[in-house]
């Protein structure tokens, strides 16, 4: 199989807290690992690309220091949603890439964040 | 400018009515087009992978196919639980490696 998984699935939090998620891929190791914001009824919106042991590749429009991302091992990599604000409530996913011929990407679950 | 688009937007169908959804892309080298279910509130789930015109696969009622310039999700005789939205996303392999997503077909089976 090909299993990502994400945590955590759900939280709340304050406004100005920071915010970690992590992403893991459970049987196969990922040299790449995507993080992805989706908005109600919306496709998903690629934010970077986490690269394992190098900097993160961000999409345009999506701040650096606002979306702290760390690829530390071919496993996992962690998003951290720095000094959020009510508008970084979103639903944010996960995937990582597998290697090879197909090089198909699998997501992780989703996580829920909500900003108070 | 590489671009994916799904049609229809949205489609209901009785169970076992047959359909089939529409992947039409404009991506210079592709190297994969993929179809993905996505049901509310979770992750996108992977269903198949087309690499070349002609190309068909099968997963129980779906059944995915290429062309060169679209791909098709056919849904055979679907039920209830097939009701979700299903993504489609074009692999480029140029100097950016990303997926080309389109923005998905929300399908609901009545039964």
């Known amino acids: 199989g090909a299993v990502v998984s994400q945590h955590p699935s759900r939280v709340i939090c304050k406004s100005g807290t920071s915010v970690k998620i992590e992403c893991r891929s459970l049987?196969?190791?990922?040299?790449?690992m995507f993080w992805y914001r989706q908005f109600p009824k919306q496709s998903l919106m690629l934010m970077a690309t986490?690269?394992?042991?190098?900097?993160?590749?961000?999409e345009q429009g999506v701040e650096k220091d606002k979306f702290l991302i760390n690829h530390a091992s071919l496993t996992l990599s962690t998003l951290t949603v720095t000094s959020a604000h009510p508008e970084d409530s979103s639903f944010y996913i996960c995937?990582?890439?597998?290697?090879?011929?197909?090089?198909?990407?699998?997501f992780g679950p989703g996580t829920r964040l909500t900003v108070l | 400018e590489d671009q994916v688009t799904q049609s229809p937007e949205a489609l209901r169908l009785q169970e076992g009515e047959s359909s089939s959804l529409n992947c039409s892309y404009t991506?210079?080298?592709?190297?994969?087009l993929f179809w993905y279910r996505q049901d509310p509130g979770k992750g996108p789930e992977f269903l198949f992978t087309?690499?070349?015109?002609?190309e068909e696969k099968e997963k129980e009622r779906l059944k995915a196919t290429l062309t060169k310039k679209e791909s098709f999700l056919h849904i055979t005789a679907p039920k209830p639980e097939d009701s979700a939205t299903y993504l489609c996303?074009?692999?480029?392999?140029?100097?950016?490696?990303?997926?080309?997503w389109g923005l998905g077909t929300s399908l609901a089976v009545n039964p």
């Open positions: 087309l690499y070349s015109a002609g």
């Open positions: 996303a074009a692999y480029n392999a140029g100097n950016n490696r990303k997926l080309i």
């Open positions: 991506v210079s080298g592709l190297r994969g």
């Open positions: 995937s990582a890439r597998r290697e090879g011929a197909g090089n198909e990407q699998f």
């Open positions: 049987d196969f190791q990922a040299t790449t």
């Open positions: 986490s690269n394992e042991g190098s900097k993160a590749t961000y």
